[in-house]
């Protein structure tokens, strides 16, 4: 009989978790954490002063580092104006740097009366050294530009800007994948879609990999992480979202299955090898869903 997938979530500290009781050793880490924009939280002050804060973020980093395998990444989401902070956060901490990615919203541009829109967020990957010790080559089909007529026969390697992956908003765009609570408010103020992760998982991790998330939020990385058959550890101070995890990930909702972004990755050739579908779905030669 198949063993459980690994798949915890912590109520507790990050920095104090990892220093103390975390013995697993990461193969890939989500750092999503809150971006310090006076947002309210439960259990967090997101008004900090910034140079506290990037203190703060350069010590979870060099803890996430030190419990990373060789050749292990980390992909560091943050607002665009702190990229240069980010970078100097990782290279303090030991990572190597690999890409800055570009993940552009689907959104309006949030307006500026001083300078252009703002339309995207930074995602830097690094590495524990100077190569990845897996690094899976997606092939997605990108949509047709106006003055292109033909779909590639082979789609094309992702590049460093990613515009096909909607952004979870606040209206009517987001759907039903947000996260709410009784209410019909959103559990947790910034949540990241199940395809973004679904696309740094597979990019980084092999089956049975450890996924990490120090700051999980509402547990997508996990969910992603258990369809996808990798390990995974996510840690959350606040007492109510951990709650909303373990049942995220005890009755899969329809929102959060994942096999519906399979045939955007058709084209990439060991696609099989590195996304191992449940037993009751069929692949056609070409790799496509039936």
Not at 6 to 31: M, P, Q
Not at 44 to 72: Q, S
Not at 75 to 92: C, I
Not at 213 to 219: E, V
Request: include cysteine; hydrophobic fraction near 35%.
């Amino acid at each position: 009989m198949k063993s459980e997938i690994l798949c915890d979530i912590i109520k507790d500290d990050c920095e104090k978790t990892l220093k103390t009781n975390f013995s697993e050793k990461i193969h890939l880490t989500f750092l999503d954490p809150p971006f310090n924009q006076g947002k309210e939280y439960n259990s967090h002050n997101d008004d900090m002063p910034e140079a506290e804060y990037w203190d703060w973020m350069i010590r979870v980093c060099k803890l996430i580092f030190e419990k990373t395998v060789d050749g292990g990444a980390i992909y560091f989401m943050q607002r665009e104006k702190n990229t240069r902070f980010v970078l100097d956060a990782l290279s303090k901490s030991g990572w190597t740097f690999q890409n800055l990615i570009i993940w552009r919203k689907k959104s309006s541009a949030v307006p500026g009366n001083t300078r252009f829109a703002k339309h995207y967020q930074v995602i830097a990957f690094a590495t524990k050294g100077q190569k990845p010790n897996t690094f899976n080559k997606l092939r997605i089909q990108p949509t047709l530009l106006v003055t292109e007529k033909y779909e590639r026969k082979t789609g094309m390697y992702i590049t460093d800007v990613w515009d096909d992956i909607r952004e979870l908003t606040s209206g009517y765009f987001a759907g039903h994948e947000p996260l709410r609570d009784r209410y019909k408010k959103r559990a947790h103020k910034q949540q990241s879609p199940v395809a973004l992760l679904t696309r740094i998982i597979l990019s980084s991790t092999k089956t049975d990999d450890l996924v990490f998330d120090p700051f999980a939020g509402t547990g997508t990385t996990l969910v992603v992480a258990k369809q996808l058959q990798r390990k995974s550890v996510g840690i959350e101070l606040d007492a109510d979202l951990v709650s909303l995890i373990e049942k995220r990930l005890g009755s899969l909702r329809q929102a959060d299955d994942i096999t519906k972004l399979w045939d955007d990755y058709a084209h990439t050739k060991n696609l099989h090898e590195i996304w191992k579908l449940p037993e009751n779905l069929k692949v056609k030669n070409s790799n496509k869903l039936e």
